[in-house]
């Protein structure tokens, strides 16, 4: 019975139970026999499908209320109480423009330089992944095998123009699979779509030079409890049709080393590191960091972060006291393909950040312009190159450098301004889950020939409104990379 009822309830069937009641019995002759009891009925139930999606999912416009709602557009009704998203689920290309993929290759480069190796985990849609859950209409919509030859493909140009080491998740899709890769309603994959990229990972990173020199361990994985997922996909659909699904059940796995070691005894940080989403974050309950101890048989340092998106736990763990005294030899780099930056400008953005961190910004340089002061509404002038001299500070040469007293501040606004003319609005942000630490690091503006040949005039900083408490900021300009070499390249 209770396999029944679990089967009803992962499938998003609402379900209902009456005890029928039995026909009086009927009059006995008195044979002087005592009379035979009737067996008792047991109740039976009655299932019907929940919550098919209304006409008004269907309707792009009813996504258009907000950010939120418009990733999940449009809504419909898989086999087995699945909900794909049209425009995320079922994507049969990847794109990622030649920019994006040389943007990475620089922070590539310039972990290489501390011995750090990128292993890009690029995961598949749900659609690529678990496209049997999918009506036969829908199948028949879907190209199948163009989506996974094009996967494979961007896989395989990340290797090739991005300097990454990437796993072949590709060889996980199979219609035949026998498990559910993502959740029925939600975007997140489950703890055996972790397991199964956690196999392809390890077997990747195994046959990889150097990686036999890492200390090894035996680890063990275990039931730890049940996790209850609501679904983001069904709460769009609530939201949209009314109706209430049921909750999607699944076990919880913990994995530990066998014979009771322990990361906090040990005296030195793990040679590999994981970053990433809440699909990685330990707080999840999908073991993606345990599968990979487990199939790795080495210690990983789980920071991936809930909310942290493609970038958060990176620049969050680069920028860390654990990074700069001990770069590991892998980060292992978990990221969804819709999160990916699909544009040269967003991927510009993140490395133009990553790339300074990795030799920690301006610590333990000789900065060639600094200035602290307390911010005031208006404009604030926080760098000048001027004084009696003009340097000569091209700015392919340079990063910036901006700590805030309160560590709570996210939200960076400055403006560079060049002896050319030209000026750039500089914008950095963190998500609200990411702790930044009130810092922010940057190249200086290098994607187009004229910014990266100008020569700095200063930097500025406007404040819309006057601070509710005192607020200073440390502004610092120094020289790019962490070595006379890398310092060379930059030039």
Known sequence: MRRIVHALLTAGLVWSASLLAGSPPAPTQNTGLAPVAKAAQGPSFDAKPCCTLCPHASDPQSYDGSKFLSDFKVLIDGR??????????????????????AQLHRLSDALRQRGTQIVMVYQPPRGLMDSDELTPVQRRGYNLQSARSSYAGVLQRMRNEGGLIVPPLDQMVNENKGYDYYFRRDHHWTAAGAQHTAEVVAATMKKLPG??????????????????KPGTLQKV????????????????????????????GDTKQPDVVLVGTS???????????GYLEENLGVDVLDVAITGGSFEGSLLHYLASKEFQAHPPKYIIWETPYQDFPDSEQSAY??????????NNGCKGKTPVMSKTMELHQGNNELLFNGGGSIRPLVGRNYQLEFQFSDPAVKDLAAEVWYFSGLKES???HFKQYV???????????????????GTVMGITMVVDQAPAKPLSVTAQMCERGGSSELTAQAR
């Open 80 to 101: 087995n109480g699945w909900l794909f998203r049209t425009g995320l689920d079922l994507v049969t290309q990847f794109n990622v423009d030649n920019d994006t993929l």
């Open 211 to 228: 990686f036999s020199a890492i200390p090894h361990k035996q680890f063990s994985t275990r039931t730890n409890g049940v996790i209850g």
């Open 237 to 264: 659909a609530t939201q949209l049709c009314g109706g209430v699904y049921s909750m999607q059940y699944e076990p919880i796995y913990t994995t530990d080393p066998v014979g009771g070691d322990s990361l906090l």
């Open 279 to 289: 699909n990685s974050d330990t707080l999840g309950g999908y073991n993606f960091s």
């Open 349 to 358: 953005k993140v490395v133009r950040q990553a790339i300074p961190l990795v």
């Open 426 to 428: 500089l914008k950095l």
């Open 435 to 453: 702790d930044n630490g009130g810092r922010f690091d940057a190249e200086l503006r290098t994607d187009r020939p004229d910014y990266a040949a």
